[in-house]
């Protein structure tokens, strides 16, 4: 699943703010909490450990950037439900014809749970809202941060 979303901001300039991993504690807390970042503070090998709170779901989950090309892209996978959900989400960076940046945030299920797959159409429902608004946050973020 794919959002997307349009910042007045260049993509260096986006692209700078979510390379640090802990950044994305600002946007994010909405259903992703106590968080705790490790490893070097941006790049491949940044992680972070939280807690997920969302729909009445608890658990832990561990993230790690596993990829980036600046100012056009960056993965992270996470791991949570005890080992037995994987997911890579992905952010990529396009200018737009007015100088600003085009997020694309798309999230794939590299291994889900069996309650996964079988509340697939509310989970899939949950997690969309969760990310839209996490993508929402983040423009108000970079707003703030350009004052």
């Given at each position: 699943m794919t959002d997307s979303?349009?910042?007045?901001?260049?993509?260096?300039?986006?692209?700078?703010?979510?390379?640090?991993?802990?950044?994305?504690?600002?946007?994010?807390?909405?259903?992703?909490?106590?968080?705790?970042?490790?490893?070097?503070?941006?790049?491949?090998?940044?992680?972070?450990?939280?807690?997920?709170?969302?729909?009445?779901?608890?658990?832990?989950?561990?993230?790690?950037?596993?990829?980036?090309?600046?100012?056009?892209?960056?993965?992270?996978?996470?791991?949570?439900?005890?080992?037995?959900?994987?997911?890579?989400?992905?952010?990529r960076l396009q200018p737009d014809s007015s100088g600003g940046t085009i997020i694309e945030f798309e999230l794939e299920w590299l291994e889900a749970t069996l309650l996964d797959r079988l509340t697939a159409p509310v989970a899939r429902s949950i997690v969309r809202n969760a990310n839209m608004r996490a993508l929402q946050r983040l423009r108000v973020r970079l707003e703030e941060l350009d004052v």
């Amino acid at each position: 699943m794919t959002d997307s979303i349009e910042v007045p901001q260049p993509p260096e300039r986006v692209y700078d703010f979510l390379d640090v991993l802990g950044n994305h504690e600002q946007f994010t807390d909405h259903f992703l909490v106590d968080w705790e970042v490790s490893g070097p503070a941006s790049g491949v090998g940044a992680k972070a450990h939280m807690q997920i709170k969302s729909a009445g779901i608890k658990d832990v989950l561990d993230m790690e950037v596993v990829a980036a090309e600046r100012p056009q892209m960056i993965a992270e996978e996470s791991v949570s439900a005890k080992g037995r959900r994987r997911t890579r989400g992905t952010y990529r960076l396009q200018p737009d014809s007015s100088g600003g940046t085009i997020i694309e945030f798309e999230l794939e299920w590299l291994e889900a749970t069996l309650l996964d797959r079988l509340t697939a159409p509310v989970a899939r429902s949950i997690v969309r809202n969760a990310n839209m608004r996490a993508l929402q946050r983040l423009r108000v973020r970079l707003e703030e941060l350009d004052v």
